[in-house]
């Protein structure tokens, strides 16, 4: 995702692996999946306008049903009524415009984007001011540039919606990144830089 001054514009590029394995247990039942994909974008924004590029997968189905069958094993049924698997798809990627051009805050940066009807899973790109500013740029018409290598590692109970139902699970993720950002500033004043923790990214 990438955010762009207001009044000047930005430019990021990413190539990014990732390996994704996801484990949905009801009763006796395990049921694990795994996807990976690699995927490189390029994003350019200006004038306060944000973009993001979004990976899709699929995610599969299945109703679970508690069967009586002769023979030694566990007494457990089914504790959820469906399990799920996920699968990359042919279309790797959607790009979505999170904040349109003319944009003098992002306070109201979406926290999710939808692609034929779903929705994605949440994110937060836009200033916090909690944590307030990494550091600034005081010199007029000057560009801001960085790069980074980062390896990620996330362990996470997920919950899935099916309808009325819920799906819960543990989502493991290995996400190994290069990217490269460049924020061109406008001659009119302070402008605060903001590092976000996980993912690594620039506000």
């Known amino acids: 995702m990438l955010n762009s001054p207001y009044q000047g514009y930005a430019t990021g590029s990413s190539s990014t692996t990732t390996q994704s394995s996801i484990e949905i247990v009801s009763g006796s039942l395990t049921l694990t999946s795994t996807t990976s994909s690699e995927k490189s974008s390029e994003i350019n924004e200006s004038d306060g306008s944000a973009g993001g590029s979004f990976e899709l997968d699929t995610w599969t189905f299945y109703s679970t049903k508690t069967v009586a069958v002769y023979g030694d094993g566990p007494n457990e049924g089914c504790t959820q009524p469906y399990v799920?698997?996920?699968?990359?798809?042919?279309?790797?990627?959607y790009n979505a415009q999170l904040l349109p051009q003319g944009s003098e805050t992002d306070f109201n940066e979406p926290t999710s984007v939808s692609f034929s009807g779903f929705s994605s899973v949440v994110f937060h790109n836009g200033w916090n001011a909690s944590m307030g500013a990494s550091s600034y740029i005081a010199d007029c018409n000057q560009a801001f540039s960085y790069g980074l290598q980062t390896t990620n590692v996330i362990s996470a109970g997920v919950t899935l919606s099916f309808g009325s139902d819920t799906v819960t699970g543990t989502l493991t993720e290995t996400v190994s990144s290069t990217q490269a950002f460049t924020y061109y500033f406008p001659a009119n004043g302070y402008w605060y830089i903001q590092f976000s923790v996980l993912p690594v990214g620039l506000r």
């Open 84 to 93: 799920a698997e996920i699968t990359a798809t042919s279309t790797p990627s």
